[in-house]
């Protein structure tokens, strides 16, 4: 019974030893004054890979043909039109420049902005543009994938 209770004495010693040596840790390379910079989504953004409903349909049709051309002034261009969102072109706008969730289009000639849910990740070193529709049948959820291409 003594052995039990030495041992258990210089368990709890040796813990409390290892707890109050520990030092947290602070991060001294971190700038101070760090800011996020707005996302930059404008560009040409080519189609590479859509699901409808969870499901990979990208190899049933060539849909590289199909681009957004997200322009500097805010103006869009659709080429080689598929279901889409909107079917003319307009302007566009991001519900928040620094952390972007959803993309908002307005046809020209309309007075109705459409709203989308959208991902801006890299992927690879290559900027990824996700948009997540259902053109048509609401039952039926679309995830667009674009990659960035040069001009």
């Not at 989504?41 to 699901?51: K, Y």
Request: glycine share 6%; with cysteine.
């Amino acid at each position: 019974m003594r052995l039990n209770i030495r041992f258990i004495t210089g368990v709890f010693f040796v813990l409390a030893v290892i707890i109050s040596s520990c030092n947290s840790f602070k991060d001294e390379i971190a700038p101070k004054n760090y800011s996020e910079v707005p996302k930059d989504i404008d560009g040409n953004w080519q189609l590479v890979a859509v699901s409808r409903n969870g499901t990979d349909i990208t190899g049933y049709m060539d849909f590289k043909r199909f681009h957004v051309l997200l322009n500097k002034d805010n103006t869009y261009k659709l080429t080689n039109y598929l279901p889409f969102i909107v079917k003319n072109d307009g302007t566009w706008n991001v519900d928040d420049p620094i952390y972007p969730f959803h993309l908002i289009l307005k046809e020209e000639g309309s007075e109705k902005e459409i709203k989308t849910e959208i991902g801006f990740l890299t992927v690879d070193g290559q900027r990824r543009l996700t948009i997540t529709l259902s053109p048509g049948c609401y039952s039926n959820k679309y995830v667009y994938t674009f990659e960035q291409i040069s001009e």
